[in-house]
Protein backbone atom coordinates (compact mmCIF):
# COMPACT_ATOMS: atom_id res chain seq x y z
CA UNK A 1 0.00 0.00 0.00
CA UNK A 2 1.71 3.70 -0.69
CA UNK A 3 2.30 5.35 2.23
CA UNK A 4 0.39 8.81 3.14
CA UNK A 5 2.39 11.93 2.17
CA UNK A 6 1.87 14.32 4.88
CA UNK A 7 2.84 17.41 4.72
CA UNK A 8 3.12 20.01 7.85
CA UNK A 9 2.31 23.69 7.10
CA UNK A 10 3.47 25.81 10.35
CA UNK A 11 2.95 29.21 10.87
CA UNK A 12 1.70 32.06 13.74
CA UNK A 13 -1.92 32.11 11.49
CA UNK A 14 -2.94 34.97 13.54
CA UNK A 15 -5.75 34.56 11.96
CA UNK A 16 -5.84 32.38 8.51
CA UNK A 17 -6.21 34.42 5.31
CA UNK A 18 -6.99 33.26 2.05
CA UNK A 19 -3.86 33.32 1.12
CA UNK A 20 -3.24 30.80 3.48
CA UNK A 21 -6.17 28.87 2.50
CA UNK A 22 -5.02 28.76 -1.75
CA UNK A 23 -2.14 27.32 -0.29
CA UNK A 24 -3.19 24.55 1.40
CA UNK A 25 -5.51 23.65 -1.33
CA UNK A 26 -2.48 23.71 -3.87
CA UNK A 27 -0.45 21.51 -1.40
CA UNK A 28 -3.33 18.96 -1.32
CA UNK A 29 -2.48 18.73 -5.12
CA UNK A 30 0.87 17.19 -3.95
CA UNK A 31 0.58 15.83 -0.65
CA UNK A 32 -2.70 13.36 0.36
CA UNK A 33 -3.01 15.22 3.83
CA UNK A 34 -1.90 18.76 4.93
CA UNK A 35 -1.59 19.63 8.95
CA UNK A 36 -2.10 23.24 9.33
CA UNK A 37 0.10 23.34 12.50
CA UNK A 38 0.48 26.82 14.59
CA UNK A 39 3.54 27.45 16.37
CA UNK A 40 2.93 28.67 20.38
CA UNK A 41 5.03 30.23 22.33
CA UNK A 42 3.10 31.36 25.39
CA UNK A 43 6.55 33.08 26.87
CA UNK A 44 6.45 35.49 24.15
CA UNK A 45 2.81 35.55 22.88
CA UNK A 46 1.28 38.97 21.38
CA UNK A 47 -0.99 37.27 19.11
CA UNK A 48 -4.50 38.84 18.59
CA UNK A 49 -6.18 35.37 18.63
CA UNK A 50 -5.67 32.81 21.12
CA UNK A 51 -4.58 29.25 20.02
CA UNK A 52 -7.71 27.53 20.85
CA UNK A 53 -9.63 30.37 18.68
CA UNK A 54 -7.18 29.94 16.06
CA UNK A 55 -7.43 26.39 15.63
CA UNK A 56 -11.47 26.64 15.64
CA UNK A 57 -11.00 29.41 12.22
CA UNK A 58 -8.85 26.73 10.78
CA UNK A 59 -11.16 23.84 11.36
CA UNK A 60 -14.46 26.06 10.17
CA UNK A 61 -12.33 26.75 6.95
CA UNK A 62 -11.48 23.15 6.03
CA UNK A 63 -14.62 21.40 7.51
CA UNK A 64 -15.54 20.39 3.89
CA UNK A 65 -12.16 18.73 2.98
CA UNK A 66 -12.45 15.94 6.21
CA UNK A 67 -9.53 14.59 7.37
CA UNK A 68 -7.19 15.95 4.65
CA UNK A 69 -6.72 19.20 6.94
CA UNK A 70 -6.02 19.02 9.96
CA UNK A 71 -5.44 21.54 12.54
CA UNK A 72 -2.82 21.51 15.14
CA UNK A 73 -0.64 23.20 17.46
CA UNK A 74 2.71 22.97 18.90
CA UNK A 75 5.09 24.30 21.55
CA UNK A 76 8.90 23.81 20.82
CA UNK A 77 10.76 22.87 17.66
CA UNK A 78 9.13 22.66 14.17
CA UNK A 79 11.63 20.13 13.40
CA UNK A 80 10.56 17.66 16.35
CA UNK A 81 7.04 18.51 15.60
CA UNK A 82 7.26 17.42 12.32
CA UNK A 83 8.92 14.38 13.08
CA UNK A 84 6.16 13.80 15.60
CA UNK A 85 3.58 14.31 13.13
CA UNK A 86 4.92 11.75 10.86
CA UNK A 87 5.69 14.02 8.24
CA UNK A 88 8.82 14.46 5.86
CA UNK A 89 8.15 17.99 4.57
CA UNK A 90 7.27 21.67 5.91
CA UNK A 91 5.48 23.40 3.41
CA UNK A 92 6.15 27.75 3.16
CA UNK A 93 4.36 29.75 0.90
CA UNK A 94 6.71 32.61 -0.96
CA UNK A 95 5.44 35.61 -1.49
CA UNK A 96 7.39 38.84 -2.70
CA UNK A 97 11.26 38.36 -2.30
CA UNK A 98 10.99 39.68 0.54
CA UNK A 99 10.40 37.09 2.29
CA UNK A 100 12.75 34.99 0.81
CA UNK A 101 15.53 35.42 3.33
CA UNK A 102 14.20 35.08 6.40
CA UNK A 103 12.24 31.48 4.53
CA UNK A 104 16.01 30.98 3.54
CA UNK A 105 17.14 31.46 6.73
CA UNK A 106 14.44 29.05 8.37
CA UNK A 107 15.01 26.34 6.15
CA UNK A 108 18.67 26.07 6.17
CA UNK A 109 18.25 26.56 10.15
CA UNK A 110 15.97 23.60 10.01
CA UNK A 111 18.01 21.53 7.63
CA UNK A 112 21.00 21.50 10.05
CA UNK A 113 18.25 20.33 12.58
CA UNK A 114 17.06 17.35 10.88
CA UNK A 115 18.61 16.76 7.81
CA UNK A 116 16.14 14.05 6.45
CA UNK A 117 13.16 17.26 6.53
CA UNK A 118 12.57 19.09 3.03
CA UNK A 119 11.51 22.59 3.20
CA UNK A 120 9.41 22.57 -0.03
CA UNK A 121 7.99 26.36 -0.90
CA UNK A 122 4.41 27.27 -2.78
CA UNK A 123 4.48 30.49 -4.64
CA UNK A 124 1.49 32.19 -3.00
CA UNK A 125 -1.23 32.93 -5.87
CA UNK A 126 -0.85 35.98 -7.54
CA UNK A 127 -4.00 37.55 -6.19
CA UNK A 128 -2.75 37.26 -2.82
CA UNK A 129 0.69 38.41 -2.83
CA UNK A 130 0.17 41.22 -0.57
CA UNK A 131 -1.87 39.54 2.11
CA UNK A 132 -0.12 39.24 5.29
CA UNK A 133 -2.06 38.85 8.56
CA UNK A 134 -0.36 41.22 10.43
CA UNK A 135 -1.73 43.68 7.61
CA UNK A 136 -5.03 41.92 7.71
CA UNK A 137 -5.32 42.91 11.14
CA UNK A 138 -4.22 46.45 11.22
CA UNK A 139 -6.54 47.45 7.94
CA UNK A 140 -9.49 46.15 10.46
CA UNK A 141 -8.47 47.97 13.62
CA UNK A 142 -8.24 50.76 11.18
CA UNK A 143 -11.50 50.54 10.28
CA UNK A 144 -10.87 49.10 6.72
CA UNK A 145 -12.73 46.49 4.94
CA UNK A 146 -11.08 43.09 4.49
CA UNK A 147 -14.29 40.91 3.47
CA UNK A 148 -11.96 40.02 0.26
CA UNK A 149 -9.06 39.12 1.66
CA UNK A 150 -10.23 36.52 4.96
CA UNK A 151 -13.00 33.92 4.95
CA UNK A 152 -16.13 35.07 6.87
CA UNK A 153 -16.13 33.26 10.03
CA UNK A 154 -12.39 35.07 10.33
CA UNK A 155 -13.93 38.48 9.73
CA UNK A 156 -16.89 37.75 11.63
CA UNK A 157 -14.18 37.43 14.75
CA UNK A 158 -12.20 39.94 13.46
CA UNK A 159 -15.00 42.56 13.59
CA UNK A 160 -16.07 41.08 17.05
CA UNK A 161 -12.66 41.95 18.17
CA UNK A 162 -12.27 45.00 17.06
CA UNK A 163 -15.90 46.54 16.67
CA UNK A 164 -17.42 44.65 19.55
O1 LIG B 1 3.78 32.57 10.08
P1 LIG B 1 5.12 32.83 10.72
O2 LIG B 1 4.94 33.60 12.00
O3 LIG B 1 6.08 33.48 9.77
O4 LIG B 1 5.72 31.37 11.11
C1 LIG B 1 6.97 31.25 11.73
C2 LIG B 1 7.15 29.81 12.26
C3 LIG B 1 6.01 29.46 13.18
C4 LIG B 1 7.18 28.84 11.10
C5 LIG B 1 8.50 29.75 13.05
O5 LIG B 1 8.54 30.78 13.97
C6 LIG B 1 8.69 28.41 13.74
O6 LIG B 1 9.03 27.43 13.11
N1 LIG B 1 8.48 28.38 15.09
C7 LIG B 1 8.60 27.18 15.88
C8 LIG B 1 9.88 27.21 16.73
C9 LIG B 1 11.08 26.82 15.89
O7 LIG B 1 11.23 25.72 15.42
N2 LIG B 1 11.99 27.81 15.70
C10 LIG B 1 13.17 27.66 14.89
C11 LIG B 1 12.85 27.96 13.42
S1 LIG B 1 14.30 27.93 12.44
Do not use: C, W
Amino acid sequence: MARTKIAVYPGSFDPITNGHIDLVKRTLRVFDRVIVAIASNPEKDNSLFSVEERLEMIREVFKGLGRRVQADSFEGLLVDYTERAGAEVIIRGLRAVSDFEYEFQMAMMNRGLKPNLETLFMMTGESYFYISSRLVKEVVSLGGDVSSLVPKNVLRRLKQRFQG
